[in-house]
């Protein structure tokens, strides 16, 4: 009678004759059965790859959306570029407009010009002063003790610069003006419709600021701190 020995379906029926063919193929069948869960495992499902399509693309167009602010510029006047970092520069003063109080920043050559008295002393701040005047729309404060106004929603805010060559006809400084608008976060020039008018120029504050011809065109002073 022959013995009959081998494989059949794929399996090993004499472990005894073939141990090196059977573990190779209990391997290779382990190894099958490990990528067949890894892949099962990793598989993402179709409507999760959607909804984070969907998420990062709405993300995306949020960021693409929002407005870099030193971007604008008043059409053939001045940009917003020109006064960047004007968040850090120090405090000239304070002062209240109707419902808006106001914060006047200057940048160190002004900072320098105030402290060595300028324009008390009768001389002109060097060019490359430059000024930036924050309005904010006002709220009570919930907190303090006594009735008290504080900053609310941003307004707008101005600038000026000083350049004797570049504004010789509107007293050496250039003017701007952009208004914000807080449900869109977005700043804009100011218009002709607004007071003072800004045209497209960088003229819009000349006309009141020749009151204080004689203090080099500039309203602020410098109080004692």
Not at 132 to 159: C, G, M, Q, R
Not at 180 to 207: E, H, M, V
Not at 211 to 225: E, G, L, Q, S
């Amino acid at each position: 009678m022959t013995e009959t020995h081998g494989h059949k379906a794929g399996k090993c029926n004499n472990l005894a004759t073939e141990p090196i063919a059977c573990a190779s193929h209990a391997m290779t069948r382990r190894q099958r059965n490990n990528s067949q869960r890894e892949v099962s495992m990793t598989r993402v499902p179709f409507w999760l790859m959607l909804l984070i399509s969907v998420v990062l693309a709405v993300l995306g167009g949020t960021a693409l959306a929002a407005q870099d602010k030193y971007t604008v510029q008043v059409p053939d006047g001045l940009a917003f570029s020109e006064f960047r970092g004007y968040e850090d520069w120090k405090v000239i003063a304070v002062s209240q407009t109707g419902n808006l109080v106001v914060a006047i920043l200057g940048n160190p050559e002004i900072i320098a010009a105030y402290q060595a008295g300028v324009p008390g002393n009768g001389k002109p701040f060097p060019d490359g002063s430059k000024m930036a005047k924050i309005h904010w729309n006002t709220k009570k404060s919930a907190e303090a003790p006594a009735p008290t106004l504080v900053p609310d929603t941003l307004h707008d805010i101005d600038f000026m610069v000083r350049d004797s060559k570049r504004f010789a006809d509107s007293g050496n400084w250039g003017y701007a003006q952009f208004n914000y608008d807080a449900a869109s976060d977005t700043f804009t020039p100011a218009t002709l419709a607004n007071q003072p008018p800004q045209g497209n120029d960088a003229k819009c504050g000349f006309a009141c600021h020749t009151i204080v011809k004689a203090k080099d065109y500039v309203f602020t002073a410098y109080p004692k701190r």
